[in-house]
């Protein structure tokens, strides 16, 4: 009996190194290209494709930090940057919100045959109407500024968002809005103090979506604006890779200070991923 | 609580309206900045007497990043500075170059200048987005066709009319790994090395781990002109069923059979130039200005390529056309050509003859391959490039390369290649 149990318990924590080692194994695994960039980033040129390849073979080249910051002007374009993913993280969660509510909430006539072409939009590939938009914009004078990156999520958010929340408002019970309706309360009163609130998590994780696609959006910005002072970060960090030579040290540099908003704003906003769904408003 | 969210509300409201107050602000500007034909006049140049009262402004883009755009940019204004009737600004593309591009052409937004690969001038001009430029160069003093290699210049060259002038041309060349050559005992390379003298050189060279030569690198098309053929002759007839591309292609698949290079792939997974690099190839050819000298320890040599029947090799060229939206081409013109001078003080392998000084003083390390590159420049050229020339190289690459390399016959393969080209054109 005891040296069964006694097998029993080996048994276990046996498994449990074994797990733990796996899960070290796969940890580090997914961890490599990080390690990998940062010890990049603090290599001089030549060394970065030496085989075998060494982590960090002749000191700490901190000038490649310094070049990633004089030579594309990080800081201006930091602020570019910015303020996009700042306009459109504003129309994406709010516009989105607002326009899913009305998917969600009100009948009007050919709501489905609407809905049905915000979702045929999902379908079609950006590519293909990257140039006539970029026609129309030039005709109204706005390329070679923010304004076609920034403006048009204003009229109608992000067709993804705007399903994922009408989804979300749909699970929404009536019965709340009907006793706000009740007590007076308008359909947009009712959209910001009960919606709203109730939906936190599914805001925040659009919001987290909408900021990492506009601030890791390397194509919108390429197309529209021309000055180097107007571009973003994705563009400044491209200039080091030329047709010719890829500047890899300053590369990495720059492309870990661009991360570190990225970072901050996910860890920030993690608890919101697992905190599940609030709708506990309800009750009997 | 309620109070809370009125206010969060009210402050958003007025973000937005902060917001459309600021895009009104800014579509005016960008709408004056729309209008270049009203807006060519500097002030510091307007009512200046003795000069002309309009700058014409002119836009160049670049794929140039980071350093090499701030060398441009260097550049450029020291061609600004001296000029009386242009103003050039430079414009960063520093990714997908060509999609930006052709979407500002499409937009009628083109830049007035573009640097191209080779590769897209026949496809540029036959769309009639860039201009031909010999009426305006014809009367410019310094231009000076005759300085520049004629290979450069014939890419450049569309249907008979120059589109482009050519502001670097990197003629491959023989890098060999003289350590190499003289461990095995083989006698160095020369400037005419035939191909068989090349495979003789290259089975000495090779034993385990080690291999006599690289070619990955080489364009399919350079064997064809090694034996006096082409893939399509300059008026874009097909010409690569004809005896001598048939020679050329039986010798690159001669070459291939004899074992000298690793397969490709094995090649390219470890990085073609690496590999000669690390010393375990003895020859290599690609670009001249490639910087082997700086990067291997062992003592480097250059010859010119083995030749066929011919003597000639492939040279990586690039140019910089004019759009045809520019507003006052002969001024541009100009410019392009006052640009494109300053850029061979600049890039090194300048396509003219009298560039080559250059290499002595801004690659010291070139010193001892100047003649050997100058040779190369006077016999290199470029593709004789199609309107689709980026569907004419995947074909050549599907159905004539891998099939050559698999050991079928040349031949049946020369034959499917050009039922491909055949689809492509139609």
Request: with cysteine.
């Amino acid at each position: 009996m005891v040296s069964y149990g006694m097998g029993r318990r080996q048994k276990r924590v046996w498994r449990s190194i074994i797990l733990y080692v796996l899960l070290g194994i796969f940890a580090l695994s997914t961890l490599f290209p990080l390690i990998w960039m940062i010890s990049t980033s603090l290599k001089s040129g030549d060394v970065i494709f030496e085989i075998p390849p060494r982590f960090l073979p002749d000191g700490l080249h901190w000038e490649n930090y310094a070049r990633a910051v004089i030579e594309i002007n990080f800081f201006v374009l930091f602020k570019n940057t910015a303020v996009i993913t700042f306009f459109q993280l504003l129309s994406n969660v709010f516009v989105s919100a607002f326009v899913a509510y009305g998917f969600a909430r009100f009948n009007f006539p050919g709501k489905n045959i609407w809905f049905l072409l915000v979702l045929a939009t999902i379908m079609l590939p950006g590519e293909v109407t990257m140039i006539p938009v970029f026609i129309g914009f030039s005709e109204i004078g706005w390329s070679n500024s923010i304004l076609p990156l920034v403006v048009p999520g204003f009229f109608g958010g992000a067709p993804v968002f705007i399903f994922l929340l009408r989804q979300f408002f749909l699970s929404v019970p009536k019965d709340l809005e009907e006793s706000a309706y009740i007590d007076g309360a308008s359909s947009f009163k009712i959209f910001c103090k009960i919606f709203l609130p109730l939906s936190v998590p599914a805001l925040v994780t659009i919001g987290i979506f909408s900021f990492q696609g506009s601030w890791n959006d390397l194509l919108g910005p390429l197309i529209y604006l021309n000055d180097v002072d107007k571009f973003t970060l994705t563009l400044g960090l491209s200039m080091f890779k030329g047709v010719m030579k890829v500047e890899w040290g300053p590369l990495m540099a720059g492309s870990i200070l661009a991360l570190l908003p990225v970072l901050i704003v996910f860890f920030m906003a993690q608890k919101h991923f697992v905190e599940g769904i609030k709708l506990s408003g309800i009750k009997g | 609580m309620k109070k809370y969210a009125t206010a969060r509300l009210g402050l958003l409201l007025a973000l937005v309206l902060a917001f459309t107050v600021v895009l009104a602000a800014c579509g005016g500007n960008s709408n004056n900045g729309n209008a270049p034909a009203d807006n060519n006049v500097t002030a510091d140049n307007a009512g200046n007497a003795g000069q002309p009262a309009e700058k014409v402004k002119l836009k160049v883009a670049t794929w140039a990043g980071a350093e090499e755009l701030r060398e441009f940019e260097e550049l450029v204004a020291k061609v600004n500075a001296s000029a009386t009737d242009y103003e050039i600004e430079v414009q960063s593309i520093p990714a997908d170059y060509y999609q930006k591009l052709q979407t500002m052409i499409a937009g009628k937004q083109s830049p007035d200048f573009m640097w191209l690969s080779q590769e897209y001038i026949a496809q540029y001009a036959s769309l009639g987005a860039i201009a031909p430029l010999n009426e305006h160069v014809s009367t410019i003093s310094n231009y000076k066709a005759d300085d520049y290699f004629q290979g450069a210049l014939d890419v450049g060259t569309y249907k008979n009319d120059l589109y482009a002038l050519p502001w670097i041309s990197q003629p491959y060349v023989l890098y060999y790994n003289q350590d190499m050559f003289e461990k095995a005992g083989v006698e160095l390379p020369t400037n005419d090395w035939t191909w068989d003298d090349f495979i003789a050189a290259g089975k000495k060279l090779t034993k385990d781990g080690e291999w006599g030569a690289l070619l990955n690198n080489i364009p399919t098309a350079m064997y064809t002109w090694s034996y006096g053929g082409d893939v399509f002759d300059k008026e874009g007839n097909i010409t690569l069923d004809s005896p001598e591309s048939i020679k050329g292609l039986e010798m690159y698949q001669t070459i291939v059979k004899s074992g000298i290079a690793p397969a490709r792939a094995q090649a390219d997974s470890m990085g073609n130039g690496d590999m000669f690099k690390t010393g375990k190839v003895a020859m290599f050819i690609g670009g001249a200005g490639d910087d082997f000298e700086k990067t291997t320890n062992f003592k480097i040599g250059m010859a010119v390529p083995p030749k066929g029947t011919n003597q000639v090799t492939f040279s990586w060229i690039g140019v910089t056309a004019m759009s045809s939206t520019t507003k006052n081409p002969s001024v541009a013109a100009k410019a392009l050509v006052d640009m494109t001078g300053a850029i061979h003080q600049w890039k090194v392998v300048a396509p003219t003859k009298s560039g080559f000084d250059l290499i002595k003083t801004s690659r010291p390390e070139k010193e001892y391959a100047v003649e050997t590159i100058r040779l190369a420049s006077e016999f290199a050229r470029g593709f004789n490039n199609q309107p689709k020339q980026g569907e004419i190289d995947g074909a050549i690459w599907e159905k004539l390369t891998q099939a050559i390399e698999k050991g079928d016959d040349v031949n049946a393969a020369v034959k499917s290649t050009i039922e491909k080209f055949n689809a492509i054109i139609k």
